[in-house]
Structure formats: C-alpha cells, structure tokens
C-alpha cells in the first residue's frame, strides 16, 4: 500500500470519526440540559423558621430547602449544644475513652489520638490542624454525579442543623451552617459514597465548603467555596474538637431524600385521588363500592377515609341520578381504586411520622448526653457503665453526663418505611394503568367514542394511549422490588452493615415522579370520556373538584384542536407539566379528617 493510500485511508477515518461524534452532540447538549443545576425560587425568604431540635416538620423543611426560608437555632437547642460540646471537652479531660474524639473511628476504635485536657496548648494545636485537614479532605469525598437539585443540599443541611444541637459541637460549627443556609451558600455535593447509614462522604462536602475547600453555589452562582464564603460575609470554619464527627456523622442526606419525597408525594396522592374522581365521572360508573356503609363493612381508617374522600367530590353529580345505561359494576380496577390509594396514603402517613421523629434525634456516634446521673437509669451505676461517666467540671460548666457508643446511626425503621411506601406506590400504580386500557372496551363504557362523536371531533380531540402507559407502567413495576439487604463487612470488618438508603429514597422519588407521568394519561382518559359524558347529555353535573378540574387542564389542552395547533411535544408531557403546576388542592381544599396518627415520640429522656 502507498503512502498516499494510507493517507486517504487515515483522512476517510477521520471523517467518519468526526461524523460519528457530531451525530452525538444533540444526545450530548441533550443530557447536559438534564443535568443543569437547579437553583431554588426563594418565594419565602422573608419567613424564619426556628430549629428546636424537637418539633421541626417536613413542611418546614420543604420551606427552607426549596423556599428559601431562613433559620434561627432556639435558645434551648443553643444551650442543648453547647452542653454536649463541654461535656466532651470535660471527658477528654478526666481520661473518658471517647469514640472518634481522644480514640479514633472505625477499625481504629482503640487507637489513643491525645491524651488529657483537649485544651492544652499542645491537645488544642494537634486538634486544630487535625480537624482542619480533615474538613479539608471532606471535598475529596464521595463520587458523582453531582447533586443538581439545590433544594436536597439545603434539606441536608437544615436536617442536620436541627440534629446537630443533639451533638458536641463547637458553636462556630452550628454557627457556619446556619449562616450558609441563610446567605444561600450551597456546597457542590456529591450524589454517591455512602452506604445509606451515616452520609460521612456527603456531609464531608458540605465540611469542605465551610473551610473554603471546593466549589459552592453562591445565590445560584458556581464559584470556589472561598470566593462563596466571602461574598457571603461569612468566615471561613476554624474547626476544634470533634467538629468534624459532629457534622458528617448523621443520614441527614437520606432524610432529606425522605422530606422531599413526603411532599412530592403528597401531592401525587392528591393528584391521584381527583383523578379516580374523573375517571368515575368518565366511565360513568356504579359507586356503591365507596359508599360509607359498603365500607363500615370492612373498616380499615385510611381506606374508609380515603372512600369518603373520593365520594365527597363527586357528591352532587349525575352519578347519583338514574341512569338504566349504567352496568351494575365496574372493572376490579375501577372498583379497588379507594383501597389501593387509601393503603398508599396510610403509608405515607406512617413514612411521615417516622421522618419526623428522625429528623428531631440524633443519629450520631458517640452520644453525648448532658445532665444524666448514675440515678437516671439502673444500668448507669454499673461498672460497665460508670467507665463513661463525665463527672464534670471547668469545661462542662460543672455538668455531668455521659457519653456513649451506640449505633442511633442505623436508619431503620426508616428504611423500611421507605420501601414500604414505594411499594404501595406501585400497588396503586398497576390500577392507574389498567383503568385506563378499561376505557377501551365497550363492555364496560357501554358507548364507544364513535357513537358520540362525529369524525371532526374525533380528529380534533387530544389524541393519547397507544403503547406509552404499558411503558410506564413496566417502568414504575420494577420499583415494587425491594432492595435485597447487604451485609458487606468492611473496615476490617468492624462495618458489616449496610442499609441502602440512598438507593432506596432515590428510588422512591423516581417511583413519584414515574407515578405523576402515568397519572398524566389517566387525566387525559377522564377527562376525554368526562367530555362524552357531557355530549351524551349537556345537563350532566360532574361535582364542583373534577368540573375545575377539567376547566383548568382545558387551558393547557383545549378539547377541540386543530392538529397543525397542538404543541409540538407528546401530549403526555403537556399534561404532566400540568399536574406538576397546578396542585389538586387548588380545587379540592379539603373534605374528611384523615385518620389520627399516633404521637410521634420525643428524642431524649423523658
């Protein structure tokens, strides 16, 4: 072969090389539009909510996070804090073995790191440099991609600033994750690294920012941590003591997946109820099965709730008129809807009050408890236990306590609570989708579209169905699945446990955001055969929720559209932006008093 061969050849390659990597740039500038940050709309700066470590909802972290809300520390939580900070100080000082303080974490438990007063000229040095590198190291943790979702990181740090008044922390370390809360400096974090059972690598990134290491968002701005820092007004952390346990050894990244996903969800199970209400309306159904006495038949609270709900938007409508067209019941789905949503939200509920308990304890190790005497509980005047005991002095305030190894930091039930959740999730998801392939059969419409419509209307009507709602509901099935328990057993073997929360919340948030898109073409179905209805007799009543309802989702995508007119995108996602657009409680406020959950416990010795 000639050099001149070989050259064409090497020129023939390169084209096509460069063909085939320009095919992918829309794919590239596609997933690079995906991944874009997500700053949050601060539509409540002017609001504070005040951190007690005891009553903090969801709702309020919901506020803050994506609201931009700001926060206080109470006096109480201020003091709490400051307690346990000297109660550490003070058990350094009389030779107390401290798990991740005078000894060190994991597989090196018994390793002595200093010896006496931490506040000695040399202890406070080594401490210093110490615990500043390590805040340093903090931005080498984890693994992406990042956290594109501003709202999570500031869910995590609220969290864990309500958590850590339970924690030995210094007061500039409560101070710097309030600040930065406040003033909107966000830290790049990391999306991956932790085992779902203390995030250390995701509260090591936020640790990093706090000393100028990494980049951080500044009022939606990337920029470098300290330039963020400083166009704050905030000074950069100078670490001491255990500071850095204090912060990353927490699921303050888990809880705030869980916050997030109580509100999407939330407004999904609203969603989700309205619609059943149309599809009803829709299908123009028999509803005997929701009928309080049908129900006092088998009395479950949340799914009785959940019937008179469903009945009380539809009261006043045709449904209860005579109707000989009507069949005497409906598809199993149609029917069963009440129980399958009843049962999803008796899971939120019980997820609800499981997040609010955690994020009001503490999930750190060791637990530093201020104010208990060897009289608080039997076992603490053992010999086991008084090894842990702080008798207290100059750096407790005079206080005494104790502080103690412990395992608070395993997430569970939590974790269950999750998965518990996903699956009712899925539970309701495979009746959306088989309500809506029972509008396809004559059976049980008793009417086809046809015998309505004329050929104008049909072709000017949303067009919807085919194959994607089998889609989606394939996707969102494989969410049912629990996540199989790990016991891997690493650092040298001390950590045999994992608890996959990570992967369980994320996969709960998918699961709603899955379970809004099939809800999309329910919504489309109703609200087509809602339509029919109207036609077949213009002097129907479809009840106050689903009339508002339909009136609104028209604005978006009218009824009768010229085809060259629709939106140049799948109807389906149309509706979606909608559902996400226009909470259900907008037009269905409010009805029957959910049933009363328990008490939800206080952290803490009572």
Not at 201 to 209: E, F, Q
Not at 332 to 338: F, G, L, N, V
Not at 429 to 443: H, L, T, W
Not at 446 to 454: F, G, I, Q, R, T
Request: charged share 20%.
């Amino acid at each position: 072969m000639s050099r001149r061969d070989t050259y064409q050849i090497r020129i023939f390659l390169t084209v096509v090389a460069f063909t085939f990597l320009f095919s992918l740039a829309p794919q590239a500038i596609a997933f690079e539009e995906s991944a874009k940050y997500q700053p949050i709309n601060e539509t409540q700066a002017e609001r504070t909510v005040t951190l007690t470590g005891r009553d903090l909802t969801y709702q309020q972290v919901v506020e803050i996070a994506r609201n931009g809300a700001k926060v206080e520390l109470s006096p109480e939580a201020r003091r709490r804090s400051a307690d346990a900070y000297g109660l550490l100080l003070q058990g350094a000082a009389e030779n107390v073995t401290i798990y991740w303080f005078n000894r060190g974490a994991g597989d090196q438990r018994e390793t002595v790191i200093f010896s006496g007063d931490p506040t000695t000229p040399e202890n406070s040095r080594l401490l210093k440099d110490q615990q500043l590198a390590r805040f340093k190291n903090g931005v080498r943790g984890g693994y992406g991609p990042e956290i594109r979702e501003e709202a999570l990181v500031r869910a995590i740090m609220a969290i864990r600033a309500n958590t850590m008044s339970y924690e030995a922390a210094s007061p500039p370390l409560t101070q710097i994750l309030i600040d930065m809360l406040n003033k909107r400096v966000t830290p790049v974090v990391q999306s991956r690294g932790t085992l779902g059972e203390g995030d250390l690598n995701t509260l090591g990134n936020i640790g990093a920012a706090m000393v100028g290491e990494g980049d951080a968002y500044y009022r939606g701005v990337r920029m470098p941590a300290s330039q963020a820092l400083a166009q704050a007004g905030i000074k950069p952390l100078e670490p001491f003591a255990a500071d850095e346990a204090a912060l990353i050894s927490t699921n303050a990244y888990a809880q705030a997946q869980a916050v997030l996903l109580l509100e999407d969800s939330r407004r999904l199970l609203e969603w989700a109820d309205l619609t059943y209400a149309m599809d009803l309306l829709g299908m123009n159904s028999s509803v005997t099965p929701i009928s309080a006495p049908v129900q006092s038949m088998r009395p479950y609270d949340w799914l009785t709730w959940n019937a008179a709900r469903i009945m009380e938007m539809i009261k006043g409508s045709y449904l209860f008129d005579d109707d000989a067209a009507r069949i005497i019941q409906d598809p199993e789905s149609m029917r069963a809807s009440s129980q399958r949503q009843g049962s999803a939200w008796q899971a939120w509920a019980e997820l609800r009050d499981s997040v609010s308990l955690s994020i009001n304890s503490s999930d750190h190790n060791p637990a530093t408890m201020p104010g208990l005497t060897p009289e608080s509980s039997w076992e603490l005047s053992t010999p086991q236990f008084m090894k842990y005991h702080v008798k207290g002095g100059k750096l407790s305030g005079g206080k005494s306590g104790y502080i103690f190894s412990n395992a608070n930091w395993d997430p569970y039930p939590l974790a269950n609570q999750v998965e518990a959740f996903t699956i009712a999730l899925t539970n309701m998801g495979v009746v959306i989708a088989q309500r809506i392939e029972r509008f396809k059969n004559p059976f049980f419409t008793v009417v086809k579209p046809a015998d309505v419509l004329n050929a104008e209307m049909r072709k000017n009507a949303p067009t919807f169905g085919g194959y994607l709602p089998t889609d989606l509901w394939q996707e969102l099935a494989e969410m049912g699945t629990p996540v199989a328990p790990a016991g891997q057993a690493i650092v040298a073997t001390v950590e045999d446990l994992q608890a996959q929360t990570r992967i369980k919340t994320e996969r709960a948030r998918k699961a709603v955001d899955l379970s809004f898109e099939l809800l999309a073409h329910d919504l489309l179905t109703a609200s087509y055969w809602m339509e029919i209805r109207k036609i077949q007799n213009p002097s129907r009543n479809f009840g106050k929720a689903p009339s508002e309802a339909l009136a609104a989702l028209r604005q978006v995508v009218p009824w009768q559209q010229p085809v060259q007119e629709r939106p140049k995108r799948p109807i389906g996602m149309v509706v979606y932006d909608f559902l996400q657009a226009s909470p259900a409680s907008k037009f269905y406020a409010s009805g029957p008093t959910p049933p009363e959950g328990r008490p939800v416990p206080k952290a803490g010795l009572q």
